[in-house]
Protein backbone atom coordinates (compact mmCIF):
# COMPACT_ATOMS: atom_id res chain seq x y z
CA UNK A 1 0.00 0.00 0.00
CA UNK A 2 1.68 3.43 -0.97
CA UNK A 3 1.90 6.21 1.66
CA UNK A 4 -0.45 8.24 0.24
CA UNK A 5 -3.07 5.52 0.61
CA UNK A 6 -2.69 4.63 3.66
CA UNK A 7 -2.45 8.13 5.26
CA UNK A 8 -5.85 8.93 3.14
CA UNK A 9 -7.80 5.76 4.44
CA UNK A 10 -6.57 6.71 8.44
CA UNK A 11 -7.19 10.46 8.08
CA UNK A 12 -11.04 9.96 6.13
CA UNK A 13 -11.85 6.58 6.22
CA UNK A 14 -11.28 3.52 3.71
CA UNK A 15 -15.12 4.29 2.32
CA UNK A 16 -14.11 7.85 1.45
CA UNK A 17 -10.76 6.87 -0.48
CA UNK A 18 -12.56 4.11 -2.48
CA UNK A 19 -15.34 7.06 -3.16
CA UNK A 20 -12.51 9.69 -3.99
CA UNK A 21 -10.24 6.76 -5.62
CA UNK A 22 -13.21 5.84 -8.13
CA UNK A 23 -14.22 9.60 -9.00
CA UNK A 24 -10.61 11.25 -9.80
CA UNK A 25 -10.33 7.34 -11.87
CA UNK A 26 -13.20 7.86 -13.30
CA UNK A 27 -12.64 11.47 -14.64
CA UNK A 28 -9.31 10.42 -15.63
CA UNK A 29 -10.13 8.35 -17.91
CA UNK A 30 -12.11 11.67 -19.33
CA UNK A 31 -9.26 13.09 -19.60
CA UNK A 32 -9.90 16.14 -16.83
CA UNK A 33 -8.09 16.46 -13.41
CA UNK A 34 -11.45 17.86 -12.00
CA UNK A 35 -11.76 17.32 -8.45
CA UNK A 36 -14.11 20.03 -6.83
CA UNK A 37 -16.18 17.21 -5.72
CA UNK A 38 -13.85 16.02 -3.76
CA UNK A 39 -12.16 18.75 -2.16
CA UNK A 40 -15.96 20.32 -1.06
CA UNK A 41 -16.61 16.28 0.35
CA UNK A 42 -13.43 16.69 2.30
CA UNK A 43 -13.92 20.40 3.21
CA UNK A 44 -17.49 19.29 4.37
CA UNK A 45 -15.48 16.17 6.68
CA UNK A 46 -13.05 18.51 8.00
CA UNK A 47 -14.32 22.10 8.27
CA UNK A 48 -16.15 21.44 11.63
CA UNK A 49 -13.03 20.27 13.08
CA UNK A 50 -10.89 22.19 15.81
CA UNK A 51 -8.01 23.70 14.82
CA UNK A 52 -4.77 21.80 16.93
CA UNK A 53 -6.62 18.67 14.79
CA UNK A 54 -6.12 20.24 11.39
CA UNK A 55 -2.60 20.88 12.50
CA UNK A 56 -1.86 17.68 13.11
CA UNK A 57 -3.61 16.32 10.28
CA UNK A 58 -1.31 18.80 8.17
CA UNK A 59 1.74 17.79 10.46
CA UNK A 60 1.16 14.04 9.53
CA UNK A 61 0.10 14.81 6.02
CA UNK A 62 4.20 16.64 5.63
CA UNK A 63 5.62 13.73 6.93
CA UNK A 64 3.96 11.36 5.28
CA UNK A 65 5.18 13.51 1.93
CA UNK A 66 8.83 13.33 3.45
CA UNK A 67 8.57 9.86 3.17
CA UNK A 68 7.41 9.32 0.31
CA UNK A 69 10.27 11.56 -0.94
CA UNK A 70 12.60 9.36 1.38
CA UNK A 71 11.49 6.46 0.11
CA UNK A 72 12.44 7.96 -3.58
CA UNK A 73 15.23 9.42 -2.49
CA UNK A 74 16.87 5.80 -0.92
CA UNK A 75 16.02 3.74 -3.78
CA UNK A 76 18.69 5.09 -6.11
CA UNK A 77 21.17 3.91 -2.74
CA UNK A 78 20.00 0.58 -3.06
CA UNK A 79 20.14 0.42 -6.64
CA UNK A 80 24.18 1.29 -6.24
CA UNK A 81 24.57 -0.69 -3.33
CA UNK A 82 22.68 -3.84 -4.92
CA UNK A 83 25.25 -4.06 -8.10
CA UNK A 84 28.57 -2.87 -5.89
CA UNK A 85 27.32 -6.24 -3.53
CA UNK A 86 26.15 -8.35 -6.25
CA UNK A 87 29.50 -7.12 -8.12
CA UNK A 88 31.91 -7.90 -5.20
CA UNK A 89 30.28 -10.91 -4.41
CA UNK A 90 30.56 -12.36 -7.98
CA UNK A 91 34.28 -11.12 -8.09
CA UNK A 92 35.43 -12.50 -4.78
CA UNK A 93 35.02 -16.13 -6.21
CA UNK A 94 33.81 -17.23 -3.17
CA UNK A 95 32.03 -20.97 -2.42
CA UNK A 96 28.84 -21.51 -4.97
CA UNK A 97 26.48 -22.55 -2.30
CA UNK A 98 27.03 -19.01 -0.36
CA UNK A 99 27.44 -16.34 -3.66
CA UNK A 100 23.82 -18.16 -4.78
CA UNK A 101 22.46 -17.81 -1.11
CA UNK A 102 23.44 -14.22 -0.61
CA UNK A 103 22.94 -13.05 -4.10
CA UNK A 104 19.67 -14.59 -3.80
CA UNK A 105 18.58 -13.02 -0.39
CA UNK A 106 19.85 -9.68 -1.68
CA UNK A 107 17.73 -10.20 -5.00
CA UNK A 108 14.51 -10.92 -3.09
CA UNK A 109 15.27 -7.24 -0.70
CA UNK A 110 16.33 -5.71 -3.67
CA UNK A 111 13.15 -6.83 -5.16
CA UNK A 112 10.57 -5.67 -2.16
CA UNK A 113 12.68 -2.44 -2.08
CA UNK A 114 11.51 -2.26 -5.71
CA UNK A 115 8.17 -2.84 -5.33
CA UNK A 116 8.05 -0.32 -2.56
CA UNK A 117 9.11 2.23 -5.04
CA UNK A 118 7.12 1.80 -8.06
CA UNK A 119 4.10 1.48 -5.40
CA UNK A 120 4.84 4.40 -4.13
CA UNK A 121 6.23 6.52 -7.31
CA UNK A 122 3.80 5.83 -9.58
CA UNK A 123 0.15 6.29 -7.36
CA UNK A 124 -0.88 8.92 -9.23
CA UNK A 125 -4.16 8.71 -8.16
CA UNK A 126 -3.30 8.92 -4.41
CA UNK A 127 -1.10 11.62 -4.92
CA UNK A 128 -4.57 13.77 -6.49
CA UNK A 129 -6.04 12.84 -3.70
CA UNK A 130 -3.25 13.53 -1.27
CA UNK A 131 -3.13 17.26 -3.20
CA UNK A 132 -6.96 17.96 -2.74
CA UNK A 133 -6.38 16.88 0.86
CA UNK A 134 -3.46 19.31 1.59
CA UNK A 135 -5.61 22.09 -0.31
CA UNK A 136 -8.43 21.78 2.09
CA UNK A 137 -6.22 21.87 5.09
CA UNK A 138 -4.81 24.60 4.28
CA UNK A 139 -7.68 26.48 3.24
CA UNK A 140 -9.12 25.56 6.56
CA UNK A 141 -5.81 26.84 8.31
CA UNK A 142 -5.98 30.02 6.00
CA UNK A 143 -9.09 30.44 7.79
CA UNK A 144 -8.95 30.22 10.95
CA UNK A 145 -5.58 32.97 10.73
CA UNK A 146 -7.62 35.03 8.78
CA UNK A 147 -10.46 34.95 11.55
CA UNK A 148 -8.08 35.46 14.41
CA UNK A 149 -6.30 38.48 13.12
CA UNK A 150 -9.45 40.07 12.50
Do not use: W
Not at 92 to 118: D, H, N, Q, R, W
Amino acid sequence: MSVFKKLIRKELGEVNYNKYFTYIQKNLKNKSLESKEVFEDIYTRLKDKDIESIARMHDRLNDAMLLAFRISKNYMFAVVFYIAASTFILLKGLVPMIAITALGTMSVLFLMKTYEFVLNKYCFIDAQIVLVYKSVLEKIILGHVKRRNL
